[in-house]
């Protein structure tokens, strides 16, 4: 069963053209990478698939809960990560954040926080628990890894592999770092100038120049 199906989008700004015919699946329980350079196109249908940008032709369909973890985390600085979590609840009576403290443990010593203060790593953690605050089917993440140290983005990975492993989490990967999009993700796309111009399994992918 697909989670996320996108078939033939066009999404344009004015004249412009952003995604030309893009189709993209992400099934049930899969780790799927949007991988492409600037410009290709990937905010704009993480915007789509948010509902915050219209089809221009074609078609967005999302089966199930998506949760967004969005570029530059977007945290609410003066406010505590613990409070940060709660506001990743969608209904009143799931503001219970103890189950992101038992998932993400580094977080527990920083509950108390203002998110402004912590590092990088540790917002992008925190995002990323604020997205599992609804218990989502699917998360979509962008640009996870961006301007973070490899021990920390390794640490993030190991997380998500957990959720997919223990949870059946499904997860759209919004990368520019290819090689870590091919190491976590079992398939993946590759966006150019809003064209799908290869896609198949990360091995695969991983060995074609
Ligand atoms: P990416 O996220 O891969 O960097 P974007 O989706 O941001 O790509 O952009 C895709 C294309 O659409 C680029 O050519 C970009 O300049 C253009 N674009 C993005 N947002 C806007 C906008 N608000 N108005 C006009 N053009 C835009
Ligand atoms: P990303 O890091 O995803 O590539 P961008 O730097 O492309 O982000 O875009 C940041 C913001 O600027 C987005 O809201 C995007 O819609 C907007 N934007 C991008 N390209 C253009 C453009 N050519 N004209 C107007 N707005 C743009």
Known sequence: RMIIEVRDLVVGYGAATALDGVSLDVAEGEMVALIGPNGAGKSTLVNTLCGILAARRGRVRVTGDLALVPEGRHLFAPLTVDDNLRLGA???????????????PELGRLRDRPAGRLSGGEQQ?????????????????????????????????????????????????????????????????????????????????????
Do not use: F, K
């Open 90 to 104: 969608w209904r009143r009576r799931d503001r219970d954040t103890a189950h992101i403290y038992t998932l993400l």
């Open 125 to 209: 953690m925190v995002a990323l628990g604020r997205a599992l605050m609804s218990r989502p089917d699917v998360l979509v993440i962008d640009e996870m890894s961006l301007g973070l140290a490899p021990r920390v983005v390794a640490s993030l990975a190991a997380h998500l592999r957990d959720r997919n492993a223990a949870d059946g989490l499904a997860v759209l990967l919004i990368e520019q770092n290819a090689r870590l999009a091919l190491d976590l993700c079992s398939r993946a796309y590759v966006l150019e100038a809003g064209r799908v111009v290869a896609a198949g399994a990360s091995a695969e992918l991983a060995g074609s120049p």
